[in-house]
């Protein structure tokens, strides 16, 4: 009784709390004193806390029935877990946690005695005894009360509750349990024998006493919550003992609740004592052999699992290999139902592996499916011969509808793919790849196929029983071009450790060191990083500079490379930098990092093209990694194109192709070329032939030049006659823009066709900006900076107490290294002058800016003087007037120092050569003097404050001596 009142307890300290909960958020609504509505979260758990007491008082019959059983569950069922009602986890989750987990349980099985045996006799290490997996997922059975209908046939015992509901007449609903007499006594019916009686014939029995007892009432009852029986499990099981269980339970749910069966035991002949009798049931029927038990448990029944029986072993081509328990006469063909039937319906082959009386073992060929098994057999059936199929040839690669195909009906190239509008959009047509078995020797011949020879020309190249077409796409030709290819063929290691195909190419570029797939790299940039060779891609990342020497070549990572945008990119540049770090681990680990990194949804129904998505994971084609010896195939038959061409790089073709044709592949020649030529390089043993070829005139010279695998080709065309960027004229141009310029043009010959200059522009103080010059002048600030961190250092470490000094200079620093550099260059702008001096005219290039101003009225005195500002310009006024003017200097002026900026941008320094209007020097409109500040007692402060204090003291000691004397 106190057992049973501590969950009653609980229950209305849990219904307590929620009528508090949710009394506090009613009263929190009211007052509004937050401003805000109910947390659903809140409002749910509300619902769910007051659902179960707002039920108790409905008076249907399912309510009645589900209080029923709710009352009857037993108080240390488990119930829903906190992360179960808070989580939802998708199907997708479930089947990577169930897939997670049988991956572990396969890790850690071992095989019992008799899998050992049988695995050994048919070589088959996947064998294991079949149906001991059924109770792996039962966790450990429910014991909790029964939900959902029961059949009529069920027999009502002591202990069950029946809900009982009147209609009609009368209308109630009450729920009776059955005496310890086996009685049920509803109301005022009178008292109806139940215990040992279906539910069915009991409900007779309530209809014909209401229909005599309530006048116009019909009854309706169900089974509420149902009795507990104790069944004993022992036997081979793994966790023997007494269990409570349902009276609904059968046999499954006691063995369940045991922990299954063990390895060692039956599940042919499990037995059930009951009274004095034994029932021997079969749990094959459970698993879908034979038919389902149909018994449930009784309350003292003892379910004993016996050792197991006289086993067989089947393996081979059948759908469920495993070791099967049998019984005496069991047929060849009994067993094959049992695993599922042969995958072959024909031609299959079945040999027995059978133990002679002597304890040798023997193979026998079974003579019928009908053949009767010996305890101990060991059947292996193979189906169909050991060389595969025949009169077949498989398409692969990028096409839309890859797979196998009869040779009769596809006897060539041309009838397996059709013509060529038949193709993909995007096929390389250039050169496929026939993989087929040598008639002779069996091995495998990979023959290079040109796609566009093989569908124009008739009868076309034939094909052969089991043949096997690998096509490509254009995708899938580019990964050949990519940096982590040509670091491969250079030497280094594989950076995509998920390509199985690099490392096949790593392997023969190891093995073979030969220049059988330089190909690739004779259009790539090589320089020397870390004592290796490394590929650098040229393209736009030389600076812009004169200075373009090694350290402005970047990376191959940096331009070149797998193709991806976004987060995809990201992924690709961090597995590069992963695999850079790890090239020290060996084959065995960066496979197993493969594997487990590798995605077999990229093999598509589409064909094993090397899609985008592929390519912005960092992957290799799918073609190359379901044949990996195809990525060799390819580039040894490679041909190097280069220079005037869209998409210069190594291309594969099979067999002899015109320079046309490769050209179009390149994606053709850059329009704006002219005078090309074409300069074909051919290795011919120890020789290199070289021929050079005039194309403009002579419209049929690429179609008549033939090219072969590992030939080198370059479009050679005249330098283009223009800047690739354009001059920025602004200011006091009669007609300012942007001008694109020829390459050599001058800035007197780009003034005069923007139209010369206006009749108040001041060509002396033209600003002329370029980017290369600015990039020199950033580095220079960039090396002054570094320089003066050094001296800073230097001079702390050298002199104490001068932490602030240390701080405001590294501040200097800090502002000097963001300064922006202007990028000026002195240059003469004045049209006039260029036309006498035509040497001092400057050549353009792309991204120079000139800006012409209007002539200025005034002069700037800037720094340390007593009024800084801007002055009328006088022709003839010298520097001393104009800073007279502007009050004269401070008393902390450097006046050694003085200089005048000039409107071209130059400076000139005055010094103490006199201000006066003798001076020598010139100040045209649009000057700036500068007075800088003299800083030599700055660096004397230290001194002069030491020596303070010494006359300080000195000071002291004289006015005392003066006053002794005077007294």
């Given amino acids: 009784m106190r057992r049973a009142f501590r969950p009653f307890a609980g229950s209305l300290a849990f219904v307590a709390m929620g009528f508090s909960t949710f009394g506090t958020a009613i009263l929190g609504l009211a007052t509004g004193a937050s401003a805000q509505s109910i947390d659903p979260a809140v409002l749910q758990q509300l619902q769910g806390q007051l659902g179960s007491s707002s039920s108790t008082g409905g008076s249907g019959a399912g309510e009645a029935v589900d209080r029923s059983r709710n009352n009857g569950q037993q108080p240390d069922s488990p119930g829903i877990g906190i992360d179960r009602a808070t989580r939802i986890d998708t199907r997708e989750e479930q089947e990577f946690r169930r897939a997670e987990a049988r991956s572990n349980l396969a890790r850690i099985y071992r095989p019992s005695p008799i899998e050992r045996e049988f695995r050994d006799r048919l070589a088959d290490p996947s064998l294991r005894q ?54 049920l006594v509803v109301g005022a019916l009178p008292p109806i024998p139940a215990a040992g009686r279906s539910i069915a014939s009991v409900t007779r029995d309530l209809q014909a006493a209401t229909r005599r007892t309530l006048l116009g009432t019909e009854v309706y009852i169900s089974l509420g919550s149902v009795r507990s029986v104790t069944v004993f499990v022992g036997g081979e099981v793994d966790r023997p003992g007494q269990y409570n269980l349902t009276s609904l339970s059968d046999i499954s749910a006691a063995l369940a609740q045991a922990g299954g069966v063990r390895r060692t035991g039956s599940l042919r002949n499990v037995r059930i004592a009951r009274g004095g009798s034994s029932i021997s049931v079969d749990l094959y029927g459970l698993l879908g052999i034979g038919t389902p038990p149909a018994l449930r448990l009784r309350d003292g029944d003892r379910v004993i699992v016996p050792v197991i029986g006289d086993t067989v072993a089947i393996g081979g081509s059948v759908s469920r290999p495993g070791i099967y328990e049998i019984r005496k006469g069991t047929s060849l063909g009994t067993l094959l139902d049992f695993a599922g039937g042969a995958l072959r319906p024909r031609g299959n082959q079945i040999a027995i592996s059978r133990i002679a009386a002597d304890g040798r073992e023997q193979y026998l060929r079974a003579a019928t499916l009908a053949t009767a098994l010996v305890p101990g057999d060991a059947v292996q059936l193979t189906g169909g011969s050991a060389g595969g199929s025949t009169g077949r040839v498989v398409l692969r690669g990028y096409v839309a509808n890859p797979g196998a195909r009869a040779l009769i009906a596809a006897p060539t190239v041309r009838d397996l793919l059709g013509n060529i509008g038949d193709v993909r959009s995007g096929t390389y047509l250039p050169m496929a790849v026939l993989i ?60 995509l450790i998920e390509c199985a195909s690099l490392d096949r190419l790593e392997t023969l570029v190891r093995d073979s060191q030969t220049a059988r797939f330089t190909v690739v790299t004779r259009a790539a940039f090589i320089v020397e990083r870390g004592g290796r060779s490394d590929v650098a891609s040229t393209g736009g990342s030389i600076a812009s500079t004169s200075r373009a020497n090694e350290s402005t070549l970047r990376s191959g990572d940096d331009l070149t490379g797998l193709r991806g945008a976004g987060a995809a990119g990201a992924l690709a540049a961090q597995k ?32 094993l093209s090397s899609q985008p998505l592929l390519q912005a994971r960092g992957q290799c084609p799918a073609v190359f990694e379901e044949e990996p010896e195809l990525l060799a195939v390819l580039i040894e038959n490679a041909v190097s194109i280069g220079g005037a061409v869209r998409r210069p790089g190594a291309y594969p073709v099979a067999g002899p192709v015109s320079a046309a044709e490769i050209a179009s592949v390149a994606e053709g020649v850059l329009t704006a070329a002219s005078e090309m030529t074409l300069d074909v390089a051919r290795a011919s043993g120890s020789n290199v032939e070289q021929k050079r070829i005039a194309v403009d005139g002579y419209p049929m010279a690429l179609a008549s030049t033939i090219v072969r695998a590992g ?100 501040q200097l620093i800090a502002q000097l290294a963001n300064v922006e550099a202007p990028g000026r260059v002195v240059v003469e702008a004045d049209p006039r002058v260029l036309e006498v001096r035509q040497d001092l005219d400057t050549i353009l290039e792309s991204g120079d800016a000139i800006v012409v101003p209007k002539r200025p009225n005034f002069v700037l005195a800037l720094g340390d003087v007593s009024n800084p500002g801007a002055f009328q310009f006088v022709s003839g006024k010298s520097v001393g007037e104009y800073l007279r003017e502007t009050g004269g200097t401070s008393s902390t002026a450097d006046k050694k120092r003085i200089f005048v900026v000039l409107p071209n941008g130059t400076s000139q320094p005055i010094g103490s050569r006199g201000w006066g209007r003798d001076s020598v020097n010139v100040i045209p409109p649009g000057s700036t003097i500068i007075v800088p500040k003299n800083i030599d007692p700055l660096y004397k402060l230290d001194v002069i404050r030491d020596v303070t204090g010494i006359i300080s003291s000195l000071l002291t000691s004289v006015a005392t001596v003066a006053i002794l004397a005077t007294n």
């Fill in 130 to 183: 079949f149906g001991y997996d059924l109770f792996q997922s039962a966790g450990g059975g429910s014991s909790g009360a029964i939900t959902g209908a029961v059949g009529d046939d069920y027999v009502i015992g002591v202990g069950d509750d029946v809900v009982v509901q009147f209609q009609g007449a009368t209308n109630s609903s009450q729920t009776v349990r059955v005496s310890r007499d086996g009685r």
């Fill in 711 to 810: 030939d080198d080709l370059r479009f050679n065309a005249a330098q283009p006659q223009f800047e690739p960027g354009g001059v920025l004229l602004s200011g006091e141009f009669n007609r300012p823009g942007l001008y694109s310029i020829r390459k050599g043009e001058t800035l007197a010959q780009l003034t005069a066709r923007a139209g010369g200059l206006s009749g108040l522009a001041y060509p002396y103080g033209a600003i002329f900006t370029r980017r290369s010059v600015k990039e020199l002048q950033q580095e220079g600030i960039r090396r002054t900076s570094r320089e003066l961190t050094t001296s800073l250092l230097a001079v702390s470490a050298r002199k104490e107490g001068s932490g602030e000094g240390v701080i405001a200079g590294q």
């Fill in 576 to 607: 590069r930098s992963e695999a850079a770090r790890g090239d020290s681990q060996n084959d065995d680990d960066r496979r197993d990092r493969r594997n487990d990194q590798f995605n077999a949804e990229d093999f598509t129904a589409n064909g």
């Fill in 436 to 495: 087929r078995r040598d008639p002779v020797t069996a091995a495998r011949v990979f023959q290079p196929v040109n796609l566009a020879a093989a569908l124009n020309s008739s009868p076309g190249v034939a094909l052969r029983s089991d043949d096997r077409l690998y096509v490509f796409s254009r995708d899938d030709v580019d990964f050949i071009n990519t940096t982590p290819v040509r670091r491969v063929v250079l030497g280094q290691s594989n950076s």
